[in-house]
């Protein structure tokens, strides 16, 4: 509305250039006089008063590292974010893809890559800036990238400070600690061979590991051959310190799984790779299944980024990055519904599931335990699917589902994390709660009745339990690791938010990095280790 026509008094401006006037809405005020007050350069009433300094705006955007949909609903709503800053190092971007661009160079794994490659990642992920920084943020959420972790594995145990340090205990029969020997160490001990490396993730499988540094380089030691490694066959090579794999060396890679009989690894592209286990066209491709030669991976997810990757048995979920939002795609062997398409059928080739867009679901985690499967969704809810012997899906039964269902016990819990392993799960809520489902073997679910009645303690779990043990530890919980094999008795960590590392189930082979008694197998309450992983 026009001032000059409202019918309503002049309102006289002092000290301003004589210029055109942006619309103004009047209101029925009596005549008053107003002091002009200047934030930056002189601006007349209506303006946006830092539009004069979009250098200051840029610096705010990207002070405060907020996420891409921040920048993309200013983009939406103010014309100023929409026009072309004119600034370096590209005049035609808008100020929230400038702020974009700048966050991304912050992150590690952008750091290092060429115009080129940026570039390339760019358009991947669907031509934006916007899109790539949730891209990363989104792998930096769920794979715990350039922070301290712990890994759980089958009868030995990695944990990885957010310096990039990594400790090793536990059983050590084909070097899988990296120590240079095959003996068995309970206590945590860095391993030496990697000084002056920083390793930003690790993964384990039976009597074998894999770590990944910060330039993109991957490690393993351990039984270096598929296939037998899991019932203990001997006569394959052993390394015993970690070793560069040479296959791998012209990919940089940001994570990896092991899934049994194969290896899947993600690049920082979003490419997913596999090696091994390739006869039949396993994993599309026809391969030796002891060939360490990685192959893309085929199929619906060559075009389309991947945040994280998540292996159990014979099979591998992927958690894609699209335009418009995440979804999660699964292959490889279908016994038990663990792929999530309705069915129990393999897949050869990446599939999307479904479910998730009917149940109106944004996954934003994803779980692969041996026989079932979990999602965290942006909302908090948690879905499982697959096998569910022993009430591991905590749908009150031990049925199978083969499409992912919410779990109802959780209704009221909005989760941030969940850890899957052999028919167990556990959820971590965002006020640090800690809940557990499903098998109660080794005491790996944490829950410890004060009368230490041993029935109580390794009793299977239908449904979601609050483990009472966690909360008074009086620390918060951000990362929870179980053993993920059919093969070995199961241990559990718990990692808080000061650094501090807590373990409890199996360690007759020292994975727990404490020192058991006499006699003793087992922990039923969580110990502190003597490990700092802040």
């Given at each position: 509305?026009?001032?000059?026509?409202?019918?309503?008094?002049?309102?006289?401006?002092?000290?301003?250039?004589?210029q055109?006037i942006?619309t103004i809405?009047?209101t029925?005020?009596?005549t008053?006089?107003?002091e002009?007050?200047?934030?930056?350069?002189d601006?007349s009433?209506?303006?946006?008063?830092?539009?004069?300094?979009?250098s200051i705006?840029?610096?705010?955007?990207?002070?405060?590292d907020?996420y891409a949909?921040?920048l993309?609903?200013l983009e939406?709503?103010?014309?100023?974010?929409?026009?072309?800053?004119?600034?370096?190092p590209?005049?035609?971007l808008?100020?929230?893809e400038?702020a974009?661009l700048?966050m991304?160079q912050?992150?590690?794994?952008f750091k290092?890559?060429?115009t080129?490659?940026?570039?390339?990642?760019?358009?991947?992920?669907?031509g934006?800036w916007k899109?790539v920084?949730?891209?990363l943020m989104?792998?930096?959420?769920?794979?715990?990238?350039?922070?301290?972790?712990a890994?759980?594995?089958?009868?030995h145990?990695?944990?990885?400070?957010?310096?990039?340090l990594?400790y090793?205990?536990?059983?050590?029969?084909?070097?899988?600690?990296?120590?240079?020997?095959?003996?068995?160490?309970?206590k945590p001990?860095p391993?030496?061979?990697l000084?002056?490396i920083?390793?930003i993730?690790?993964?384990?499988?039976?009597?074998?590991t894999?770590?990944?540094?910060d330039?993109?380089q991957v490690y393993a030691?351990?039984?270096?051959?598929?296939?037998?490694a899991?019932?203990?066959?001997?006569g394959?090579k052993l390394?015993?310190t970690p070793q560069?794999?040479?296959?791998?060396?012209?990919?940089?890679v940001?994570?990896?799984?092991?899934?049994?009989?194969?290896t899947?690894?993600?690049s920082?592209?979003?490419r997913?790779?596999?090696?091994?286990?390739?006869?039949?066209?396993?994993?599309g491709?026809?391969?030796?299944p002891?060939?360490l030669?990685?192959?893309?991976l085929?199929?619906?997810l060559?075009?389309?980024?991947?945040?994280q990757?998540?292996?159990g048995?014979?099979?591998?979920?992927?958690?894609?990055c699209?335009?418009s939002?995440?979804?999660?795609y699964?292959v490889g062997?279908?016994l038990?519904?663990k792929?999530?398409?309705?069915?129990?059928t393999?897949?050869k080739?990446?599939?999307?599931?479904?479910?998730?867009q009917?149940l109106?679901?944004?996954p934003?985690?994803?779980?692969a335990?041996?026989?079932h499967?979990a999602?965290?969704?942006?909302?908090?809810?948690?879905?499982?699917?697959g096998?569910?012997?022993y009430?591991c899906?905590?749908?009150?039964n031990?049925?199978?589902?083969s499409?992912?269902k919410?779990?109802e016990?959780?209704r009221?819990v909005?989760?941030?994390?969940?850890?899957?392993?052999?028919y167990?799960t556990?959820?971590?809520?965002?006020?640090?709660?800690?809940?557990?489902f499903?098998?109660g073997?080794?005491?790996?679910?944490?829950h410890?009745?004060?009368?230490h009645?041993?029935?109580?303690m390794?009793?299977?779990?239908?449904?979601p339990?609050?483990?009472?043990?966690?909360?008074?530890m009086n620390?918060?919980?951000?990362?929870?690791?179980?053993?993920n094999?059919v093969?070995?008795n199961a241990?559990?960590f718990a990692?808080t938010e000061?650094?501090?590392?807590y373990?409890?189930?199996?360690?007759d082979?020292?994975?727990l990095g404490?020192e058991l008694?006499?006699?003793?197998t087992e922990?039923?309450?969580p110990?502190?280790?003597?490990i700092?992983l802040s």
């Amino acid at each position: 509305m026009d001032a000059t026509t409202s019918g309503t008094p002049t309102i006289q401006y002092h000290n301003i250039p004589d210029q055109p006037i942006t619309t103004i809405v009047a209101t029925q005020l009596p005549t008053f006089q107003r002091e002009q007050r200047h934030c930056f350069g002189d601006s007349s009433p209506g303006e946006f008063p830092l539009s004069a300094n979009p250098s200051i705006v840029l610096h705010l955007l990207t002070s405060y590292d907020l996420y891409a949909q921040d920048l993309a609903k200013l983009e939406a709503t103010c014309s100023f974010f929409k026009q072309p800053a004119k600034f370096d190092p590209d005049f035609d971007l808008s100020l929230s893809e400038l702020a974009a661009l700048d966050m991304c160079q912050k992150r590690a794994i952008f750091k290092p890559m060429t115009t080129q490659q940026q570039q390339y990642l760019k358009q991947r992920c669907g031509g934006s800036w916007k899109l790539v920084l949730r891209f990363l943020m989104a792998g930096e959420a769920c794979c715990r990238r350039e922070k301290s972790q712990a890994i759980a594995g089958p009868g030995h145990s990695i944990a990885v400070t957010s310096k990039g340090l990594v400790y090793s205990f536990g059983s050590n029969s084909s070097g899988q600690l990296g120590h240079g020997t095959t003996g068995e160490d309970w206590k945590p001990r860095p391993i030496r061979a990697l000084q002056g490396i920083r390793i930003i993730q690790a993964t384990t499988a039976t009597r074998r590991t894999m770590l990944i540094s910060d330039s993109g380089q991957v490690y393993a030691f351990g039984k270096d051959s598929f296939g037998d490694a899991e019932i203990g066959t001997q006569g394959s090579k052993l390394v015993t310190t970690p070793q560069l794999v040479d296959s791998l060396k012209n990919i940089f890679v940001v994570q990896a799984a092991i899934g049994n009989f194969f290896t899947a690894v993600l690049s920082r592209e979003g490419r997913v790779y596999t090696f091994s286990w390739g006869n039949d066209g396993k994993l599309g491709h026809h391969t030796d299944p002891n060939d360490l030669e990685p192959r893309p991976l085929l199929g619906a997810l060559e075009h389309i980024p991947v945040v994280q990757i998540a292996a159990g048995f014979c099979y591998l979920l992927c958690l894609a990055c699209q335009p418009s939002g995440m979804s999660v795609y699964s292959v490889g062997c279908g016994l038990g519904g663990k792929l999530g398409h309705g069915s129990k059928t393999d897949e050869k080739y990446p599939r999307l599931i479904e479910q998730f867009q009917l149940l109106n679901l944004k996954p934003m985690v994803v779980a692969a335990g041996a026989w079932h499967a979990a999602v965290v969704g942006q909302d908090g809810r948690i879905c499982t699917w697959g096998w569910g012997r022993y009430g591991c899906l905590g749908h009150g039964n031990e049925e199978c589902e083969s499409v992912p269902k919410v779990v109802e016990g959780l209704r009221d819990v909005k989760a941030v994390h969940v850890a899957t392993g052999d028919y167990t799960t556990f959820v971590v809520a965002d006020n640090g709660d800690v809940y557990s489902f499903g098998c109660g073997e080794s005491a790996s679910l944490g829950h410890n009745p004060e009368n230490h009645e041993q029935g109580d303690m390794h009793a299977n779990v239908l449904s979601p339990k609050l483990v009472t043990s966690m909360k008074e530890m009086n620390e918060r919980v951000v990362q929870i690791s179980m053993t993920n094999s059919v093969y070995w008795n199961a241990h559990t960590f718990a990692l808080t938010e000061s650094g501090k590392l807590y373990a409890f189930g199996a360690g007759d082979k020292g994975q727990l990095g404490v020192e058991l008694g006499a006699n003793q197998t087992e922990r039923g309450k969580p110990e502190l280790l003597d490990i700092d992983l802040s």
